[in-house]
């Protein structure tokens, strides 16, 4: 990744493109949006990944997972975020300064956004598309709401802040 | 209790019952869970420090060395669990030394566990409480939390709620926790968003959470899981890491008596965790079918909304996963979902009495109870009462609340009232497992003898159940609907006293070893030797043993509350009839009674011997006969209310009988055939207070729980008898009353069978003198048992008093006897400062060891016994007369050596020895008479018979010399005996050139030998002489074997010296003559038939090579003492020709029998010399010794004069 795709985007984290994609079409799920800022990127991410079932004692005891579009969109935007990602987290090092970070209670740093090019827009989209379905949205609310991702990724290029 | 509580919450009783209206008595199960883990922490805990090595005492040692047998079946400390020859003086003593006192250990621990899961309750609800957002955090228009809100006042708390968010969990759901005051209700971020998309279903789930709160699950759930974890992590967790250490490691500290027993500790921890979980589950399963209930009855939800829209057969599994779903099912904390829903549309479930959870709940009351052992032990009998009290109470309150639910829920849905069996059967079934579990865990072992009697437990369990369900049947007709907390208590009150009266019966008695009153024995004392006692003298006999304990805290009283409460306080329907049956029972126990001087009379005499009690016995045969006629013909011929009416009945017999039998000793005398006291005259006498009280215990105690068995049999064979005929009504009672039908065939005849079982197996057994009159004692220790005895007995002071026995014979006394003897001046000042200690010593050693244990095993016991006696023969000669002090403490050193013998035996047969004879060795050296002309005097000096021993421990040695010196004066000279030289002059001189002076010098004052040579023997001390034998102290870090003997005196010029010769074998033949063995007994002889030496080959195990071999042969014809005196081995010597005494040893290559006293291949003769024995006796004659044998000694206590026999050689 060069330079400008891995600072490009500074302002905008992935977590602004949720609340905006959700305001749109899900607006149920503001609640969980909001939730998940109370929170570090990297813990709402381990946390919308979580998919275990607790017998919580003195709980309802039949707690379902609901189809949401949140988890959807965080893991497809992550997945194509690392694919651009370069070797910059890899490494001893870096892992070394990970775990220190989380023994320090450090905050982590705010991952922005890289550039998106169009064929990151596409595979968004792909992406975002595949796992709507397989949770188990309707193709043309999967459809919908991966040209909804797609469209304000877009938006989060350098030109259109430079602009 | 929750009951009342319940039921004063709600206020408008709906047409519907749910779960509130009757309570739900999960939260005493609740409150049995804590109670166990405090109990079973304050247990387990004392077993762990217990089993840290040196670290406490718990005095299994001193029960072990007393000769207390953990395999006897009985509880040790008890006087059933000990043997023949315990002291109870020497347990006192030993536990008041040894053991540790920790009774405050179980209180600290306790306390601690109890803070400790406080400490952890308020953690946990900070714990679930850290990083949860505030419902505004994430509610930016406000809608969550007005309807949040909403809910609350719906539900109408009356405390404030707190919700809370946990953020990006997607899962929908939500819980509680916090405390009662400030719940809390965590949501999940899935749940918010449900919020918006479901709003019933965001309804159904939050208020779920809020009936959690409201039925006060809160409180009550987190202070069971605190003291849980707690529990788990302090207590169970080390204990199972001791256990398994324990285990693998195989070392077992004193006081961890019995290896097995750490398996049964990891099986009981196992037993609890499971249990624990189980009921856990169960109880929480239950709170949340409540929950439901709750949300959707007062609250107007209807189920479907709770249901989320499922279809009704949802989540419901078929085949094999249904088999999977139901096996899981018990280890759920929720219910599955069509369980739930089934409860929401008919609550039938919830007013059951399940199997599991009566099953865990008996089954921990008894692992609670047992456990309570150590925080109220049953020691003092009012704690032990109120230990028993608390744990039938808590089985008695649940299954019997269990019961009652049921009972008034289907009263209420007109449906037919449960009986109460089952719910008893599978109560009385955990309790008897529970039993039977701690009973094979006390005993160290899987299987008990007979495990069936546990069954008497169930069934009066089960009555009791029964009993109640049928109280609370007659209550509820009277007072349809309602519930009182008193109405509970007392419909569950006299059960509960019955079943701690039942389970300290129980518990007292033990009944799956075997039964435990024996007939024979009983009336052996009795003084009536029957060989087939009539029935009446059978029972009459044992009746004392089976007569209840009249205390109060026995609480024989309360089985007839069982009939005192419904006649006073529900009146059964039918009552002057069945007060009228019981009349007529009193007035034909009361006929009974008039008879009872024929009945008496058969049995008073018997066999010339007075049979006492006989006229007791007869009145109780008599009540308990009627009461139980009575009791059955009322129970089979009521329709409604079987048991009560019986027992009604049975009192009212109880009652009449026992006002004709209380006149009828009143006007004992007056009655003619019809007295039953054998009164003179006729005269007004109080009746014997003693005589009521015995009766009326048992006629008010057991006879009621005969009643009532007896009852339950009638109403079961009337169900039975009456089936076909009967108009069934309702679609679901056929299976029911089948089902009840066959439990009540099963319980009569597994009652039955237990009884004939424990009945007729009891016949054959003996009775140990030691263990009471009437109790069999358990069976005999096993090998290991026995090693662990004796261990014990060594650990516990055993071995202190053997090495105080050895330290006294070489040290302390030689120690003293030495220094008297190098004393100059004034000897008897010397003598006085110095023997007193030294008898002090010896006394206080003899009182130690008389006071100590005997062993535990009758073959050891033999050399303890020797050893006690010959040190308090010590002790004797310490006492005498102040004027001979010396001598008195030879005589004393002398039994102290014999004492050491024994000792030095014993340690052998302990394994914890060498062999104590091959241990001592004679060396020997003959001397002749060296005369030696001075001043006019001749004087002539001789040793001979120097013996050392080898005493066994290295401490040192003895040696001792007999030696003379004579004077014969020259013509014209006078000699007085101050011309003498000194005994003192002799010394031993070692090759390393050491001089080892006499323990004694004084002339004059020396104490006759102890052993048979008189120094005369040997030497010819004839003239004007001193003779005697001379005693060596040689000490520890002397090891060679004295080479010379020498007498060096001021009055002799010159040193004489002399030493033994070398070593050489030999072997000669010689026939004996007979001698008798006592005084006047002319049947009575013993005689030595062979003698033979032969020099020990290399293949002789336990002889040194070089080492002799002699063996006499000898027959002994004894009458009038005992076979094993007569035939005792050790009476026999041999003297050899340089005056050294060689003992029996037990050296036959082969020969590895433990008792060296008997002739080792002795048979027993037939024909003419019938009754005699005859055997060989080998001598270890040692390799330094060359002489040969001049005379056999035979000495004994019962021989009146010693005999010698000399050898003749051919």
Excluded at chain 2, 81 to 103: D, I, N, P, W
Excluded at chain 2, 115 to 124: F, M, N, S, W
Excluded at chain 2, 410 to 436: I, K, Q, Y
Aim: glycine fraction near 8%.
């Amino acid at each position: 990744m060069d330079s400008r795709a891995a600072h490009g985007s500074a302002d905008v984290e992935l977590i602004d493109v949720i609340r905006d994609v959700v305001a749109d079409i899900a607006p149920e799920e503001l609640p969980l949006v909001a939730a998940l800022t109370q929170l570090s990127p990297a813990e709402a991410g381990r946390r919308l990944a979580r998919r275990t079932s607790r017998d919580d004692p003195l709980g309802f005891g039949m707690d379902d997972f609901v189809i949401l579009v949140v988890p959807v969109i965080w893991a497809a935007v992550q997945e194509v975020v690392n694919h651009l990602a370069t070797s910059a987290a890899d490494g001893l090092v870096a892992r070394i300064r990970v775990r220190l970070r989380k023994w320090l209670r450090r905050p982590e740093p705010v991952a922005p956004l890289p550039h998106f090019g169009p064929p990151e827009l596409d595979e968004v989209r792909e992406r975002v598309r595949e796992l709507a379905v397989q949770a188990g949205m309707e193709p043309e609310r999967a459809e919908l709401l991966a040209y909804k991702v797609a469209d304000r990724l877009a938006a989060t290029g350098p030109e259109k802040r430079a602009t | 209790m929750t009951e009342s509580g319940a039921a004063g919450a709600v206020t408008p009783v709906p047409s519907e019952p749910d779960g509130r209206v009757f309570g739900a008595p999960t939260t005493l199960r609740f409150a049995l869970l804590a109670l166990l883990f405090v109990a079973a922490g304050a247990g387990l805990s004392v077993q762990i420090i217990g089993a840290v090595p040196g670290l406490v005492e718990n005095g299994w040692g001193c029960l072990l060395a007393d000769g207390h047998n953990p395999e006897s079946g009985t509880v040790l400390g008890t006087p059933e669990a000990s043997v023949e020859g315990s002291s109870l003086a020497a347990l006192r003593a030993c536990e008041e030394r040894y053991v540790t006192h920790t009774e405050w250990v179980p209180f600290a621990v306790v306390s601690v566990l109890v803070l400790a899961a406080a400490v952890l309750y308020r953690a946990l609800s900070w714990w679930m409480g850290r990083r949860l957002l505030e419902v505004e955090q994430v509610d930016p228009d406000g809608r969550l939390r007005r309807d949040l809100d909403d809910l609350v006042a719906v539900a109408g708390l009356g405390v404030p709620v707190r919700f809370a968010i946990v953020p990006g969990m997607l899962r929908s759901g939500a819980a509680v926790f916090g405390t009662r005051r400030r719940p809390v209700v965590r949501v999940t971020s899935g749940l918010t968003v449900v919020h918006r998309a479901d709003p019933d279903r965001f309804r159904a789930i939050v208020l779920h959470e809020l009936a959690h709160i409201r039925n006060g699950d809160i409180p009550v759930f987190y202070a069971t899981l605190a003291l849980w974890r707690v529990f788990l992590v302090a207590v169970l967790l080390p204990a199972a890491g001791m256990a398994a250490y324990q285990l693998t490691t195989d070392q077992y500290p004193a006081a961890w008596h019995i290896a097995s027993l750490r398996v049964f500790l990891l099986i009981e921890e196992a037993l609890i965790v499971v249990m624990v979980y189980l009921a856990r589950a169960d109880v929480l399963r239950t709170r949340e079918m409540h929950a439901d209930l709750t949300a959707v009855r007062l609250w107007r939800m209807s189920p479907d909304e709770l249901h989320g829209g499922r279809p009704a057969d949802a989540g419901e599994p078929t085949g094999l996963r249904r088999a999977v779903a139901a096996a899981g099912e018990p280890w759920r904390r929720h219910p599955s979902w069509p369980q739930r829903r089934r409860v929401l549309v008919a609550p039938d479930a919830l007013f059951g009495t399940g199997v599991l959870p009566m099953f865990t709940t008996g089954l921990i009351a008894d692992i609670f109870a047992n456990q309570l052992g150590t925080l109220l032990p049953s020691s003092v009998s009012a704690l032990g009462t109120i230990r028993i009290l608390l744990a039938a109470g808590l089985v008695t309150a649940i299954g019997g609340a269990a019961v009652r639910r049921a009972v008034r829920y289907a009263g209420v849905r007109n449906r037919a009232a449960p009986s109460g069996w089952a719910a008893g059967f599978w109560l009385g079934t955990g309790l008897a497992v529970g039993e039977l579990a701690a009973e094979s865990a006390s005993a160290g072992r899987w299987l008990l003898p007979h495990p069936e009697a546990v069954a008497l437990l169930i069934a009066v369990v089960m009555l009791l159940m029964a009993w109640i369900a049928e109280y609370t049947g007659l209550r509820a007709g009277a007072r349809r609907g309602r519930t009182s907390f008193a109405g509970t208590l007392i419909g569950i009150a006299p059960a509960w006293l019955a079943l701690a009266y039942a389970l300290s019966w129980w518990g007292g008695n033990l009944l799956v070893y075997g039964w435990r009153y024996n007939v024979e024995t009983a009336l052996r004392v009795l003084e009536v030797p029957v060989d087939h006692p009539p029935l009446f003298a059978r029972i009459t006999a044992i009746l004392p043993e089976v007569l209840p304990n009249t205390g109060v805290l026995s609480l024989w009283w309360s089985p007839a509350l069982l009939w005192l409460l419904p006649l006073v306080w529900a009146r059964p329907p039918g009552l002057a009839r069945i007060v009228l049956a019981g009349l007529r029972g009193g007035a034909a126990a009361c006929a009974g009674l008039l008879a009872g001087r024929l009945a008496v009379d058969t049995v008073r005499t018997l066999h010339g011997s007075i049979f006492v009690g006989a006229e007791l016995s007869w009145i109780l045969i008599v009540l308990t006969g009627a009461m139980v006629v009575t009791a059955v013909v009322v129970a089979a011929s009521t329709p409604s209310c079987p048991l009560i009416s019986a027992l009604i009945a049975a009192g009212v017999v109880a009652l009449t009988g026992t006002l004709g039998a209380v006149l009828q000793l009143v006007f004992s005398g007056c009655l003619g055939p019809a007295d039953v006291l054998m009164a003179g005259h006729c005269s007004i006498l109080p009746a014997p207070l003693s005589l009521l009280t015995l009766w009326t215990s048992f006629v008010l105690g057991p006879a009621v729980v005969l009643c009532l068995g007896a009852a339950a049999i009638a109403q079961a064979a009337r169900r039975l008898s009456r089936r076909p005929t009967r108009t069934v009504t309702r679609a679901d009672a056929p299976a029911g009353t089948r089902r009840r039908f066959v439990v009540a065939i099963v319980v009569t005849a597994t009652v039955a069978v237990v009884t004939l079982d424990t009945a007729t197996t009891a016949e054959p057994r003996s009775t140990s003198a030691s263990a009471g009159p009437l109790l069999h004692s358990g069976p005999p220790p096993s090998p290991r048992t026995e090693k662990l005895q004796v261990n014990a007995w060594a650990s516990y002071g055993g071995v202190d008093l053997i090495n105080r026995i050895h330290t006294m014979d070489h040290t302390t006394l030689i120690d003293v006897l030495t220094k008297i003897g190098r004393a100059g001046g004034d000897i008897r000042s010397v003598e006085n400062r110095l023997v007193p200690p030294a008898c002090t010593a010896v006394i206080k050693l003899a009182r130690d060891a008389d006071r100590y244990f005997l062993i535990p095993v009758a073959a050891g016991r033999r050399y303890w016994a020797d050893a006690v006696a010959a040190l308090d023969d010590a002790a004797r000669a310490c006492h005498r007369p102040a004027r001979q002090p010396y001598a008195a403490l030879l005589a004393a050193f002398w039994d102290v050596v014999n004492a050491q013998e024994a000792v030095d035996h014993l340690s052998v047969w302990m394994g914890r020895g060498e062999t104590p004879l091959g241990a001592q060795r004679f060396v020997a050296a003959s001397g002749e008479y060296q005369p030696l002309t001075y001043h006019g005097a001749t004087f002539r000096f001789a040793a001979a018979n120097l013996a050392v021993r080898h005493t066994g421990t290295g401490a040192g040695r003895v040696a001792t010399l007999d030696a003379a010196a004579c004077l014969t004066a020259a013509p014209g000279h006078t000699t007085t005996s101050g011309d003498l030289p000194s005994l003192g002059d002799w010394r031993l001189v070692f090759p390393d050139g050491r001089r080892v002076a006499p323990v004694r010098t004084h002339p004059g004052d020396v104490d006759a030998p102890p052993y048979p040579a008189a120094p005369t023997d040997a030497l010819d001390a004839t003239g004007d002489c001193v003779a005697g034998r001379v005693t060596f102290g040689i000490p520890a870090a002397e090891h060679g074997d004295p080479r010379t003997v020498a007498f060096a005196s001021p009055q002799v010029p010159t040193v004489l010296t002399w030493r033994p010769p070398d070593p050489r074998s030999n072997q000669i033949d010689l026939l004996g003559a007979t001698r008798p063995i006592t005084a006047g007994d002319p049947q009575g002889w013993t005689a030595v038939t062979g003698y033979a030496v032969h020099t020990a080959g290399p293949n002789h195990d336990h002889i040194p090579p070089a080492d002799r071999l002699a063996t006499i042969t000898v027959v002994t014809c004894a009458s009038g003492v005992p076979a094993a005196t007569a035939t005792a081995r050790r009476p026999w010597k041999l003297l050899l020709a340089d005056g050294v005494v060689a003992f029996p040893v037990r050296s036959r290559p082969g020969d590895r029998s433990p008792d060296p006293a008997l002739y080792p291949n002795g048979r027993e003769r037939v024909g003419p010399r019938a009754g005699c024995r005859s055997g060989s006796i080998p001598f270890d004659i040692p390799a330094a010794d060359t002489s040969d044998t001049v005379a056999i000694y035979y000495e004994a206590p019962h021989v009146r004069h010693p005999w010698r026999l000399t050898p003749m050689v051919p």
